[in-house]
């Protein structure tokens, strides 16, 4: 419904143009890092994973989970999420880590070798 409300009359241009021209920005980014490297390392997220409820309280942590993965989505590029080990927390708990890897479009191939090649070392 607040799609449909969105891109009636008056609030298409407020909002649906404008989104369409930042993901555009994002898009040229990407293809501006992919003329000059084959694939792009970093994490998922930008803290290691937390237990079941602990962020509950704080909305703007839940929301910040997956920020590093909403411009691959915005640019519909390939990415990849694999473990990449563990982080000791200050209660000596070790908590998992992911590492993504993100390939230009059509190099899920790629994403795929790399990823695998990874996870034969480990």
């Known amino acids: 419904m607040l799609g449909a409300h969105s891109l009636s009359s008056g609030y298409y241009d407020a909002y649906y143009r404008r989104a369409q021209e930042v993901r555009q920005l994002v ?13 792009i390392f970093c994490p ?7 237990n079941i409820g ?5 909305p703007l942590s839940m929301y910040l989970v997956d920020i590093y993965t909403a411009g691959v989505k915005l ?3 390939p990415a990849l999420s694999m473990p990449a080990g563990t982080l000791r927390q200050a209660q000596g708990e070790n908590l998992p880590v992911g590492l993504q890897i993100i390939g230009n479009h059509f190099q899920e191939n ?13």
Do not use: R, T, Y
Request: glycine share 2%; hydrophobic share 55%.
């Open 27 to 39: 898009k040229q980014d990407f293809i501006n890092a992919f003329a000059k490297v084959d694939l």
């Open 44 to 50: 998922v997220a930008p803290f290691p994973a937390f």
């Open 54 to 58: 602990e962020k509950a309280d704080d």
């Open 75 to 77: 640019a519909g590029l």
């Open 110 to 122: 790629k994403i795929l070798s790399v990823a695998s090649f990874i996870e034969k070392m480990v």
